[in-house]
């Protein structure tokens, strides 16, 4: 089997504990085939020298570079963040458009060929990851690489009429076509991608998801990201060994907890949830004492204008929910803005009667499936998960809303939590086999599958 480079901006620690998700993912692939991860090494230096560092894990090698301060600002925080994670976000309104920030993503991308190209064996197969290096297909070509190269977006692929906002769309949009296969987490997401390749760039659609465009063929199609269920549902049923969870779930003994999870971001529409979780307090006073609000929701990208405002909107709602309504034996939200660790989080699913995931849009979000796998299996909890999360294609047996209807995620709120027996183990039981089925393996192997089937 030919040998697998994974690229990505951030890749796993070398030598460190896997945390879980993606880097135990891309372990898996990587051990499988023998290969290299290449990607930042996180730090930041004042000149770039063009070296990297290399380190071994057991079955595979990792290339590491480091970013130089200006690289930082315009590749990382100013193009990757501020440009294109709202646009594909769908959030036009919050977007940056800066010239210079894109020129320095174009030579960010051109220096990771740079420094990949030498290091590349004629059998390889290479595997880009996410919106950052959108370019380096292209830039790969451009170094005389001919192997078989594939790109995963692991967020929204919005509308054409929202992507062409990006100053740089067609540009993009080329450099996307010289991939072999450009995959997306939705059907929806590969859909939207070739609409604008047809509507944009006269593109014309073949079988499959193959695409002619800008002189050349590509496929486009879906391949859902997936988690590994059976960690999750073994650290979930292993939440006793937590005394932080053992005391809240002491402390709520039999009311009902309903669970949020996120990173701190525009994108998780936060302020709604919090928002009708209080309209839903508010109108029924039966409810008081009798069910509280855990949001876990660690700041993220602070130095980005967007993410400062949302915390302060997401702090005040909190506050002012809690100050209306607690009581001395009850409070009704805990806001608690710091990372805790994959299992604990998990126990926390648990724990959950309700997991409430309404982003106003997300790639996949992979806390709906970690919520689904952590539940027990004899009294499973109800999951809301919004229509514009990429995971509701696959989980359709969740409670779906729009996140945007506040009144919709109260009313869906109060029937999940009226929710009967039968019903919540109904639904749990076709969602839990959707989960176990199309789990964190079967999505890289469908996806490695599909690009070496590309030549
Ligand atoms: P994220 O936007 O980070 O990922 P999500 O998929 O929900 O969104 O989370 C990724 C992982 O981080 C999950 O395993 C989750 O458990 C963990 N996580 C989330 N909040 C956490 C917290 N507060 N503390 C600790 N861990 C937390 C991007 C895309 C998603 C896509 C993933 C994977 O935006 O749409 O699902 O990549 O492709």
Do not use: C
Not at 270 to 283: K, V
Not at 381 to 404: D, F, K, M, R, T
């Amino acid at each position: 089997m030919s040998r697998l480079v994974v690229v990505s901006n951030r890749t796993a620690t070398p030598g460190a504990p896997r945390s879980g998700g993606l880097a135990t993912a891309l372990h898996d692939a990587l051990a499988e085939s023998g290969g290299l991860w290449f990607g930042w090494s996180g730090q930041t230096v004042e000149a770039s020298d063009e070296k990297l560092a290399h380190a071994a894990e057991d079955d595979y090698a990792f290339a590491l570079l480091d970013l130089t301060e200006a690289d930082y600002e315009g590749y990382y925080l100013g193009y990757s963040n501020a440009a294109l994670w709202p646009v594909l976000h769908y959030r036009v309104d919050l977007a940056r458009f800066d010239d210079e920030a894109f020129a320095q993503y174009d030579r960010v991308n051109a220096r990771f060929a740079r420094l990949l190209a030498p290091l590349m064996r004629d059998d390889d197969t290479v595997w880009v990851h996410d919106y950052h290096l959108m370019l380096l297909g292209r830039e790969l070509r451009a170094a005389g690489w001919r192997g078989p190269t594939g790109f995963f977006l692991h967020i929204p692929f919005p509308s054409p009429e929202v992507f062409t906002a990006l100053p740089q769309h067609a540009e993009i949009a080329e450099a996307l076509a010289a991939f072999d296969l450009v995959g997306f987490q939705t059907a929806h997401d590969a859909e939207n991608f070739r609409r604008y390749l047809a509507e944009q760039h006269a593109a014309t659609p073949l079988a499959d998801g193959v695409v002619h465009a800008f002189g050349t063929v590509l496929r486009a199609a879906a391949f859902p990201i997936g988690i590994d269920p059976d960690s999750v549902s073994a650290a979930a049923a292993d939440w006793r060994s937590h005394p932080d969870l053992a005391r809240l779930a002491r402390g709520i003994g039999e009311d009902a907890l309903v669970v949020g999870v996120d990173r701190l971001d525009y994108s998780k529409g936060l302020p709604q949830r919090l928002e009708a979780f209080g309209q839903l307090i508010a109108a029924d006073a039966a409810l008081h004492a009798r069910v509280s609000l855990v949001q876990i929701a660690p700041p993220s990208r602070t130095e980005v204008e967007a993410y400062a405002d949302l915390r302060e909107q997401v702090d005040r709602i909190a506050g002012r929910i809690n100050s209306d309504h607690a009581d001395l034996g009850w409070i009704p939200v805990r806001y608690i803005a710091r990372e805790y660790p994959r299992d604990k989080l998990a126990g926390l699913y648990r724990l959950a009667r309700v997991g409430l995931v309404t982003p106003l849009r997300d790639g996949m979000n992979l806390v709906a499936k970690e919520f689904v796998a952590a539940q027990d299996p004899g009294d499973p909890g109800v999951l809301i998960v919004s229509e514009p999360a990429g995971a509701a294609e696959q989980l359709e047996e969740a409670v779906q809303v729009n996140p945007y209807d506040i009144a919709a995620v109260t009313d869906a709120l109060r029937s999940a939590l009226e929710m009967p027996h039968g019903e919540r183990s109904a639904r749990w039981q076709a969602l839990r086999a959707r989960v176990w089925r199309e789990d964190v393996g079967w999505w890289w192997r469908g996806y490695l599958d599909a690009l070496r089937a590309t030549r």
